[in-house]
């Protein structure tokens, strides 16, 4: 049976307003604890409004700066403790991310696609 949007009327639950709280905190504290941090994007099913019970949560972390070579040696760094349900990160370089605009087109498109949670001032 297809679950129905989360974007029906009624149909807030408990668990998306857990998730959004979850996802919003966790943003803020990455922004205010990792200063190459600029932007934190939030992607995904929980996004478009489609996610299923098994859903993870889906977050961009756009970098001015890595000291780790590998994207995927980054993900633990930005990890938390604790979060209710799945997480993945995504952490790209700026010039990283927008090397995906030509070189993976599809999943750029899906990233930008999302709902920017954080985004750090520019320096004045």
């Not at 009624?10 to 803020?28: D, Q």
């Not at 070189?103 to 709902?115: C, D, F, V």
């Amino acid at each position: 049976m297809r679950e129905p949007s989360l974007r029906s009327a009624g149909l807030i639950s408990p668990r998306r307003l857990e998730v959004e709280e979850a996802v919003r905190a966790y943003a803020h504290d990455l922004l205010l604890r990792c200063p190459e941090i600029v932007e934190v994007i939030w992607f995904g099913s929980w996004v478009t409004g489609r996610p299923s019970r098994y859903s993870d949560v889906d977050l961009c972390l756009l970098l001015s700066y890595s000291v780790v070579e590998r994207i995927r040696d980054r993900i633990p760094e930005y990890l938390p403790d604790r979060f209710p349900g799945g997480l993945d990160v995504f952490p790209y370089t700026l010039d990283e991310f927008e090397a995906l605009r030509t070189s993976a087109p599809t999943w750029y498109r899906a990233i930008r696609a999302g709902r920017t949670i954080v985004r750090r001032p520019p320096a004045t």
